[in-house]
């Protein structure tokens, strides 16, 4: 039984990090432009379809082609703050929620039609290998994309404490006003926070490669998961996402472990529920914009 | 000389003459289908309109209570033997109920965080629905027992009847939203949409007005489920609370123009005519290609016109009718 537990856990947490490069872009963005990004789960697609192309195409290993996919979605990110989210910012909330939800629409079913409904997988020759011990099992693959993910949410975090530019983002975060007459561009902050959120987003997507098959709904998943991780971590709180990530994580796999295959979704959204039941007062971001 | 009121009710009345009189003209059965489907999405997207455009309280899940009605009405029909007719009074009263809960968690959360809510609870009613088999057929669904000719079942040979249901519903959801446009509740709902704060602060009794708008919505969207389970014969959690009738409701009605009265009427005859025109050019082979019409002309609307072909015309018409004496002179 034990063993069980410590097994969903482990699950739980290697998935987890998944969650967290997806959560912590669509808390960055909402953190520092003010906008919900329902088109983040739609990178995390890009990105898949980019490695597997690189992998299939020029024989490239899904983790290198993160040198490619976050450069790649970077730029993305820049484009689309200058081209979209530039014109609704300031706007009431229709817009705002509607333009990147039609975004997400557009990249959903744009890759539906191109790419059909097939699913796609890269294997690598560490997909189906595995670390045994005490009775415990743990995907090399999944270890990987794990530690990569850790890795990069570290040094997020050393970015925006440490870098003049990174100071700035907090800065346009905490109070907009200010930080603007402290002599912040917001547009070149806000262009850079889309940037490295749909960067992450990109990391995610080649991380998952190896083990994850790539089809054109697949960002759904992960962005329902991030927006609750999002909430429960409180609002543009990259610490808090990523701390909310891995539970989200843990809570899936129990679900999965103890209730059944399909069950992991509906174990995540009732802690979503329940917790805006019991504490909406932790939602002070959702509450007061 | 008439005024614009008097040549607002002559437009009407052939609007209604026309409606009434199009399946004794139109005899193709592919052109009536769309019809009902413009009709159909027109009412859903009247029902969401009232709270999402109105009191601005954008919820992307409606299909919780398109399902909730569908399955209310089925499972009446196949377990007991009750006519649609009440089932679907009856699924619409339990959606409403169930408004009640998911409004007392969604609205606790403003803007995108609302939506994302109400994603969240229709989303846990299909996973529930699915997931337990023995209460209501899980993942598999039924198909509606075809009775032929049974007007009191709500089966019909013909389309043509079906037609006629779908426009009277959307004839009660056009007048609700008239007469709430036109009362007290309907001057709350707006100065909710424009500031909740400022609404509350000059003695709106927000919490209630917005509980009071989603019932009827719901109710609304109930009816809808019930109908269109009776028309395609067939259930399952997939269609009834497929979250595309949630986009679906709230892109009619933005397309259209939000908050206004035939928004979503006007909305949903592009968004279906483009949908139809697509289908007969490309045929059903290549998936995506409807919604990322939609999706595309969804963000043109934002972008250039956020507030919808309504917004258009009633600026348009506005322009004529400050330069007209201009011209004439």
Known sequence: MLETIVQAVINGLLIGGIYALVSIGVTLIF?????????????????????????????????????????????????IQHTLIRRVLG?????????????????????????????????????????????????????????????????????????????????????REVAQLMGINPHRVFAVALGIALALAGAAGSLLMPFYPAYPLVGQVFVLMAFVAVVLGTLGNVIGALVASLLMGVAESFGIQFIGADSGLIVVFLMLLTMLAVRPGGLAGGRRR | MMGIRGWGSVVLIIVVAVMLALPLVVKNSFAIEIFI???????????????GGYAKQLSL????????????????????????????????????????PIGWLCFRLRGPYFAIATIATANVLMLVFLKFRDFAWGAEGTTIPNLGHAPLMMQFETKIPYYYIVLGLLAIALLVTWWIERSRVGY???????????????????????????????????????????????????????????????????????????????????LETTSALLQSWLGNSIGGVQLTVYALILMAVILWRPTGIMGYLVEMYGRRIHTSPAEAG
């Open chain 1, 31 to 79: 953190g520092v432009v003010k906008i919900v990004n329902f088109a983040q789960g739609e990178f995390v697609m890009v990105g898949m379809y980019i490695t597997y192309f690189l992998a299939t195409q020029f024989g490239l290993d899904p983790i290198l082609s993160l040198v490619v996919s976050m450069p790649v979605l970077f730029v993305v990110g820049v484009l």
């Open chain 1, 91 to 175: 706007l009431n909330d229709l817009p705002q929620i509607f333009l990147t939800f039609a975004l997400s629409l557009l990249l959903m079913n744009l890759a539906l039609m191109l790419l059909t409904a097939n699913y796609r997988t890269v294997h690598t020759w560490y997909s189906d290998e595995a670390l045994h011990f005490a009775g415990l099992y743990v995907p090399v693959a999944k270890l990987i994309a794990f530690i990569l993910a850790m890795f990069l949410s570290g040094l997020l975090w050393v970015f925006l404490h440490a870098t003049d530019l990174g100071k700035a983002m907090r800065a346009a975060s905490q109070n």
């Open chain 2, 37 to 51: 489907r413009v009709l159909l999405f027109a009412f859903i997207g009247s029902a969401w309109n009232l709270l």
């Open chain 2, 61 to 100: 899940g409606h299909a919780a209570f398109f399902g909730l009605g569908a399955y209310t009405s089925t499972l009446m029909q196949i377990d007991l033997g009750i006519s649609p007719w009440i089932g679907m009074v009856t699924g619409a009263a339990v959606a409403l109920m169930a408004s009640l």
């Open chain 2, 188 to 270: 709350y709902l707006v100065a909710i949409g424009e500031d909740e704060d400022a609404a509350e602060a000059v003695g709106v009794d927000v919490p209630k007005v917005k509980r009071n708008i989603y019932m009827i919505s719901a109710f609304l969207t109930g009816m809808a489920g019930t109908f269109y389970t009776q028309y395609i014969y067939f259930i399952d959690p997939q269609t009834a609370f497929n979250f595309n009738i949630s986009i679906e409701a709230a892109l009619v009605s933005i397309v259209g123009g939000v908050g206004t009265l035939w928004g979503p009427v006007i909305g949903t005859i592009l």
